[in-house]
């Protein structure tokens, strides 16, 4: 992945994005196509401290705040592959694979956004 060879402030490096469309792409089986091809990219990406994301017009995958926002949803098929962030603390909550990127990359946040989740998720579960 050459994501983070794309030049741009230090400062910056963490909203570096590689948006790949696929306009003729809109039929269910090349979304299945799509999906297939995010979930043989997705453990090469999480190791490495990156996520991937599918979005398409139809997408009703939730937001992590908000049950009732559907921001994977764009007019056409995409595949995003960005940098693994602090707030992405719910992601790592529901892939625990992504524990051990998350804490070396961020070992000073880590544990209290990841204790935070978790009793978040405790407390709504009740």
Same mark, same amino acid.
């Given at each position: ?33 799509? +999906? ?68 070396? +990359? ?21």
């Amino acid at each position: 992945m050459q994501l983070r060879s794309i030049p741009c402030p230090s400062a910056m490096q963490q909203f570096r994005v590689v948006v790949v469309g696929f306009p003729n792409m809109g039929d269910q089986q090349s979304l299945e196509s799509l +999906k297939a091809a995010q979930a043989r990219l997705r453990f090469y990406t999480l190791m490495r401290g990156l996520m991937i994301g599918r979005f398409y017009e139809t997408s009703d995958d939730p937001g992590l705040w908000n049950p009732d926002f559907r921001p994977l949803r764009s007019s056409i098929p995409l595949l995003v592959v960005r940098h693994l962030v602090e707030n992405d603390a719910p992601f790592v909550i529901m892939r625990p694979i992504l524990v051990p990127t998350y804490i070396a +990359k961020f070992p000073l946040a880590a544990p209290r956004r990841l204790l935070a989740m978790l009793a978040r998720r405790r407390r709504d579960a009740h």
